[in-house]
């Protein structure tokens, strides 16, 4: 597994049936990945329940890899 990298921005964008995400690190580095819609709302519920989610008081960086 690579290191952790920390995020710069992600643009979306409709490719056919897909949505396309491209993620981008401070660095500059750029990853595209090809989902679904179903792989997409399955994402957003995750997001919106870690954003909903009470932090821990000394939650300040990215989370420790798996």
Do not use: F, N, W, Y
Not at 39 to 56: A, T
């Amino acid at each position: 597994m690579s290191a952790i990298k920390i995020l710069a921005r992600i643009l979306t964008a409709r490719v056919g049936p897909h949505i396309e995400l491209a993620v981008e690190t401070q660095t500059g580095e750029v990853l595209k990945v090809l989902a679904t819609e179903d792989q997409i709302d399955r994402l957003v519920d995750e997001l919106e329940d870690i954003l909903h989610s009470p932090g821990e008081p000394d939650d300040d960086g990215p989370p420790a890899a798996a």
